[in-house]
C-alpha cells in the first residue's frame, strides 16, 4: 500500500507491486500424456516429456501437433524433408512475435543478424523455402563492460529484395497454363518481396515497387461462384459471374474494385475446348508506371446452367492490390532511411539516428518492428520483436466518464440501467428506480407496503 488518501466526496488508494497466481493448481505425474508426449519424470526440480509411444509422420504439407498448441509445420515438396516447430493462437488478442536473442555480459556484439530463420515476423515461404528479409547489426557497436547501450548512426541495416516464384496455376498443370502479361517470366510466375515482416508481390521484378499479396489458392483451392454472386477477395476487389451461356460451356467475368466495375474486366470464358489457356481469366492494369501487370487471375474449371441456376467453379485464383508503394532514396520508415532502391534490391540504415537500449524500454526501430531490452543493468539483453493481433482485440475504457445524464437520478448514462426513472423516485446506484413508499416493487401504493413497513419498525423482517 503506497498511498492513501481520504477526502470528503470519496477515498483512494495506491498499491505497487501487484502479483497475483491463480489458486487452481495444474498437477503434473509421471505418465500424464500432452498429445504425443508423455511425462517420463516430474520432480520438484525437473519436468521431461517424451513421445514414449508414439510415432510422428511429417507428411509434406501437413501440421502435426506435439501437444498443446504446439505443432511441426512441413513443406509441400516432396523433394526434401522440410519443417518448423510453431505455435498456433486462434484466441483474440494481441501476441508477441520475437526473434534470437541478446546477450551480452562483460564483452562487446560480434555481427548480429537476423532472418526469416531466427526472426518469426519477417517472410518465409516454407513450400519453396523462400525469404528476402535481413537485418544486422554491426560487431562492436555494443560494449557491456564500458555500459555502451548505444546503436550509433548507420550500425543498423535492413535489406530485402525480390524473387521469382511461379503461379500456381503454372506450376500444377501439365500444360504450362500462363496468365496475360507482356512482361519476360510475368506470364508464369511473380516475383515475391518480405517488407518489414509483410508479404508483398514486386512488379515485374521491380524490388522498389511492392503491392500487397491479396489472395493466392493453393492447388487444392476451389470457389463456387453461382450466377449474379459477388465474392469478396479483399481489399476492396469483388469478382462476380454475370452469366452462364445457354449452352453452359462459357461464363461471363467481371471484377469489381469498391463496387464500381474495372475497366477491361468483363470477359467471357469458353470451357469446352481442347485448349485449356482458353479457360484461364486475366485482369491486368497499368500501374506503377509499369505496364499490363496481372492483377487477378483465375482458372475457371467447371461451368454449370440448369433451369433455375447455373455456377462456375474456380481454381488458382490470384490477386494483388493494384495500389503500389514505391519505395525511394531518402524516404524515412521509423528511424531507418532508405539509402539505395533499385530494381535489385533496397537497403536501409539508422544513417541520421542513433537506438538507445536502456533497460526495459522497447525501443521502434520501423514499422511494426521494434528492439526489447532485459530489466537488467548487468546485461545487454534484447531481442527484435512484432506485436500481432488476432481478431479486434480488447477495447480500452474510456479516459473519461460522460456526464450525460438523460433522466436526471444522479447516475450517469453509461451506468444507468434504466435512463427513464421519474424525478419522485430513489434510485440504486445502477439507476433502477422505485416509487417512495412502494416496498414490495408492484409499482402502486397499497396497504400491502404500509404493512412491510411496520413489521420492519419493530424489526419482524429487513427491507433491503
Known sequence: MDGIYRGPDYNIVQVTYVFL???????????????????????????VLRNDEDTLDLDADTKEQIMGNMYFRTADDDSVIRFYPMVEYTKPDTYEVRGSIVNLTGTSNSELVWNALNFGAFWYDLDNDLQSEVLTLEAGVLNEAIDDRTIDEDALIYTTYAIYQEYELHENENENLTVESNNP??????????????????????????????????????????TGEK?????????????????????????????????????CITTNTVCRQDCVYTYTADIGGEETIPVFSCYVDVTFKGDNIGYVQLMYA?????????????????????????????????NEDTLDLDTDTNEHIMGDIYFKTADDDTAIRFYPFVERTIGEGPTPPPTTIPATDIDGDGVPDVWDADNSTPSDYWVNSEGIGRKWGDVNGDGKLTSADALMILQAAVENIELG
Open 21 to 47: 497466481i491463480d489458486d487452481d493448481v495444474l498437477v503434473i505425474d509421471v505418465g500424464d500424456n500432452y498429445g504425443i508426449m508423455e511425462v517420463m519424470t516430474a520432480s520438484s526440480s525437473a519436468v
Open 185 to 226: 517470366g510475368g506470364d508464369a510466375g511473380y516475383w515475391l518481396e518480405g517488407w518489414m515482416g509483410e508479404t508483398y508481390v514486386a512488379i515485374d521484378n521491380n524490388s522498389d515497387k511492392l503491392c500487397k499479396l491479396l489472395l493466392e489458392f493453393e492447388d487444392d483451392d476451389r470457389k463456387t461462384l453461382f
Open 231 to 267: 465474392w469478396d477477395l479483399g481489399g476492396g476487389f469483388a469478382l462476380e459471374l454475370m452469366d452462364i451461356a445457354d449452352n453452359g460451356n462459357a461464363a461471363t467475368l467481371r471484377l469489381f474494385k469498391n463496387d464500381a466495375p474495372l475497366d477491361g474486366s468483363l470477359k
Open 318 to 350: 490470384f490477386l494483388i492490390d493494384d495500389e503500389v508503394m514505391e519505395i525511394d532514396t531518402g524516404d524515412n520508415y521509423g528511424i531507418m532511411e532508405v539509402m539505395t532502391a533499385s530494381r535489385s534490391g533496397v537497403t536501409l540504415r539508422n
